[in-house]
């Protein structure tokens, strides 16, 4: 019932904004077609809006509400293609054809080589098919050598484990396009990180917050809160959990957006910020490297690999790279772990593992990530879901989602997991002693949201 209320909730909030942002688009002509295919496949509340998208006249408007569709409906792929054959609009075609060959099949193959073949005279759509197409391949070729390094491992040969697994990860990080070279990939040795707000006399006080680069009046607000709860109480450093820049991450070191939406809202902090890469900061295939080679040119901002550790104070901080976790990265991990003397082990990225915001559970990431850590660390932090969430592992892993730094957040559920969640604007304090550590959700209005307190031993969830 909870889902179905969230649902509801979704797809009322996107009549809204069509109420709300169709006045001011110019008008195009709409789709004049027969009956759609593909309706009945929609969860119920929204066939009645994938029915009113027909008659959007901007084709512009028109894409956006089809993808807020989509994601809303993981089964509306019929209906999308129904779309695409009847749309007149390059626009939005190329804008939903990606969300058509989201799956690797014969059929979606076969689907992309038609349009390659057939759409000579749309440079827009020919461009997006064939990045589909480039996609599939890279992430097909990946998952060969995933199963060739499964194989190798199942016999013990662990020699051809770490011969193809960089092979894979190369593989990986091109799917979208990216050429992220080796040297910008690799891991530096584990590093102490700067801590500027006299750590040793208290606790190490860290911010972290995910999903906020956009621009927007909330992403502002919630940032200035930050340097308000700052400036009473210090942070020694901050880290990021991914999406820093909304929709394809940035892609040059020297974009405008650094200063507008990093610089001017987040370096006023004085504390280094360790980041992680989010979904969309690999939209862009640019982006990795130039959020990487940022680096050299900030203050404040610091990504100094897609994935890192380094200390702090008690604890050891491990940055991962979620948005396709290679087998490269977790043998690093595993190994990192290991090696590692501190007295808190702490991992953040992007995904959740577990999760009842929209996007629910990463079952990537509950088969590869989660056995290798469960027992191991102390707290996985994470964003992709616009809200924020306490969760328990069935170890002595606790979980926590903070992804209120700025996007528009959205309804989350409760489940057996669910410790504590709410749908706003926010971000997290981390106080991290010998001893404990407190976890607190603070909103963009500086009230405390929830506290927790984590000590030498977390008892497993029922």
């Keep these: 019932m909870p889902k179905q209320i969230a649902r509801a909730a979704a797809a009322a909030a996107i009549i809204v904004a069509l109420a709300l942002t169709t006045a001011f688009w110019p008008a195009a002509a709409p789709i004049a077609a027969p009956e ?63 969300l058509i060959v989201r799956q690797d099949d014969p059929a979606t193959r076969a689907f992309v080589q038609r349009v390659i073949e057939k ?55 091109q799917r979208g396009g990216a050429a992220l070279p080796g040297f ?16 040793g006399m208290r606790a190490t006080r860290v911010l972290a917050f995910g999903d906020f680069g956009n621009g927007s009046a909330d992403q502002k607000r919630t940032a200035a809160a930050m340097l308000a709860f700052h400036r009473k109480s210090r942070f020694d450093f901050g880290i990021t959990l991914g999406d820093n820049f909304y929709g394809e991450g940035l892609n040059r070191p020297d974009e405008p957006r650094w200063k507008t939406e990093w610089e001017i809202l987040y370096t006023p902090l004085e504390i280094p910020i360790y980041a992680a890469l989010g979904n969309h900061d690999w939209s862009h295939p640019d982006s990795p490297a130039a959020e990487i080679l940022y680096t050299k040119q900030s203050k404040s901002w610091r990504l100094v690999a897609p994935y890192y550790t380094f200390t702090a104070g008690p604890a050891q901080f491990f940055a991962l790279d979620t948005d396709a976790v290679s087998v490269a990265q977790l043998l690093w991990l595993e ?29 990537g990431l509950v088969k590869k990530l989660l056995p290798l850590i469960e027992n191991v660390a102390d707290l996985y932090l994470c964003g992709h879901e616009h809200d924020l969430q306490h969760l328990r ?8 989602v903070s992804g209120g730094g700025g996007a528009g957040i959205r309804p989350v559920d409760s489940g057996p997991r669910s410790v504590w969640a709410k749908s706003a604007h926010g971000f997290t304090v981390l106080d991290i002693e ?19 307190a984590i000590t030498t031993r977390v008892a497993a969830a029922p």
């Excluded at 009847?86 to 939005?92: E, G, L, P």
């Excluded at 064939?130 to 199942?154: F, G, N, V």
């Excluded at 910008?184 to 102490?192: D, E, I, K, M, W």
Aim: aromatic share 6%; glycine share 6%.
């Design 184 to 199: 910008l990939r690799t891991p530096p040795p584990v590093f102490a990180a700067k801590l500027v707000g006299g750590a």
């Design 434 to 452: 010998r001893d404990r550590i407190v976890v607190r959700f603070v909103d963009a209005e500086l009230a405390t949201l929830y506290e927790h």
């Design 335 to 363: 190994e990192a772990l290991r090696k590692s003397q501190a007295r808190w082990k702490i991992i953040y990225g992007h995904h959740p593992i577990y999760s009842y915001g929209r996007h629910g559970d990463t079952p």
């Design 36 to 98: 759609p295919r593909g309706v009945a496949q929609l969860a119920p509340e929204l066939r009645d809006r994938a029915q009113q998208i027909l008659g959007i006249g901007n084709e512009r408007q028109r894409a956006t509400e089809l993808k807020a569709l989509a994601r809303s409906d993981k089964g509306s792929r019929p209906f999308l293609q129904w779309i695409y054959e009847n749309d007149t609009s390059a626009v939005v075609r190329s804008a939903i054809l990606p």
């Design 393 to 400: 592992s069935d170890g002595k892993l606790q979980l926590f």
């Design 119 to 173: 759409e000579s005279s749309e440079p827009l759509i020919v461009a997006s098919a064939l990045a589909a197409l480039h996609q599939l391949s890279t992430l097909d070729i990946a998952r060969r050598l995933e199963q060739r390094i499964e194989q190798a491992q199942r016999a013990g040969d662990l020699a051809t484990v770490r011969a193809l697994a960089p092979e894979q990860e190369r593989w990986l990080s």
